[in-house]
């Protein structure tokens, strides 16, 4: 299907389909973080072992579903025309989550990443086969740090520069910062409920919103809204939609951590289990398996083997957990499109909302 091409109510209208703009939208995103990030190296890393920096970075932009860009993009779109600039403040989102994910991935002792060496993991080989004295992983995991702090200043910095009307940047701001601590406040929420270990599911849901939810699509859609010039009417409606289209994606996460592809997720069979994270799935199944003695007793263990993890999935399976949190998914993803309905948005820009809501609860990694 091809969009007709039109302008209503001063909004940007689509001339592909929502499947082919996302595509689109992630190309020019992806080619705009790569040109600044390459900029960055030249201006600051050289050939005295700092490289290695910007050889880990650079790899790791290239990677990734480019979502939280695609919901700044869609939430610019639904009040003005999509342009260079547009790219630009969606790729200072990229930018951010490299950081979020290089410091989550320590937190996490993760090895991987989209199926590749995590950055820790790539820095402490780096490590190896230069020959360096002391602790490779411990050097792997401040190399990390290091790359993710990086990575934060330049994303600000992209955004900054961006190109958006500076009436617009400054506004925008405000929204921006609240993004950025309430990701770290939500990671900060989500050790907490790991070490307890028994939160209940209105506060892992509380920290989906903080840590996911709204860093992933309601913070992206409100700053695109924004930096646009979109009515306050439409910014809350966006908003009300990526509240609820936010614990769909962290619904469909926590899912994926217990049952997904190993494949499609680059992550190891039952990653949260191993992690020991109190996720809404594992919680679901706790309150509700036969065998809760048995997870309990699991639950207790220092290490668990893959024996365990097996062992585990399948109660998890047999609880209902998988069902529950399914029907969660079904009813967010009604509640974030009905609060499309009354927003003065041209159909197209709607469609592509539905369409990145939709991608969100069905997503495979």
């Given amino acids: 299907m091809t969009i007709r091409c039109d302008v209503r109510a001063g909004a940007a209208v689509l001339a592909e389909d929502p499947a082919q703009w996302c595509e689109r939208v992630r190309g020019e995103v992806e080619r705009a973080v790569r040109e600044f990030v390459a900029a960055r190296c030249r201006e600051h890393l050289g050939a005295d072992g700092t490289a290695v920096l910007g050889e880990v970075i650079t790899e790791f932009v290239r990677g990734g579903k480019y979502l ?11 009040a003005a025309p999509e342009t260079g600039a547009t790219h630009r403040a969606a790729g200072s989102l990229e930018l951010l989550h490299c950081f979020a994910l290089m410091q989550d991935d320590v937190m996490d002792e993760s090895p991987l990443r989209r199926g590749a060496p995590a950055a820790h993991t790539a820095f402490a080989r780096w490590h190896a086969r230069q020959g360096l004295s002391g602790s490779a992983r411990r050097f792997g995991e401040s190399a990390a740090i290091l790359a993710a702090d990086l990575c934060l200043v330049w994303a600000e910095q992209m955004l900054r520069e961006c190109g958006a009307d500076p009436g617009a940047l400054a506004r925008a701001s405000r929204r921006y910062d609240v993004l950025r601590s309430e990701l770290a406040v939500g990671q900060f929420r989500d050790l907490l409920n790991e070490s307890r270990r028994r939160p209940a599911l209105a506060e892992v849901l509380a920290v989906a919103r903080a840590k996911s939810g709204n860093y992933t699509v309601r913070g992206p859609l409100e700053l695109g809204a924004e930096l646009a010039g979109a009515s306050p009417g439409v910014i809350a409606a966006l908003g009300r939609y990526g509240t609820a289209i936010g614990e769909a994606f962290q619904l469909r ?3 994926l951590g217990v049952f997904g592809d190993p494949a499609a997720t680059g992550k190891p069979v039952g990653d949260d289990i191993r992690a020991r994270k109190a996720t809404s799935v594992l919680l679901l199944a706790r309150e509700h398996a036969p065998a809760r003695r048995e997870l309990r007793r699991l639950d207790a263990r220092t290490t668990l083997s893959d024996n365990d993890i097996e062992r585990y999935v399948d109660i998890v399976a ?23 309905t009354a927003a ?8 592509v909302l539905v369409h990145l809501a939709r991608s969100c609860a069905d997503r495979a990694r």
Wanted: hydrophobic share 45%; aromatic share 4%.
């Fill in 318 to 340: 047999e609880s209902g957990a998988r069902v529950r949190a399914e029907r969660l998914i079904d009813q967010r993803l009604g509640e974030g499109v009905e609060a499309l």
């Fill in 68 to 78: 939280r860009s695609a919901f700044l993009a869609a939430g610019w779109s639904t």
């Fill in 253 to 255: 996460d926590d899912l």
């Fill in 344 to 351: 003065e948005m041209a159909p197209e820009a709607r469609a």
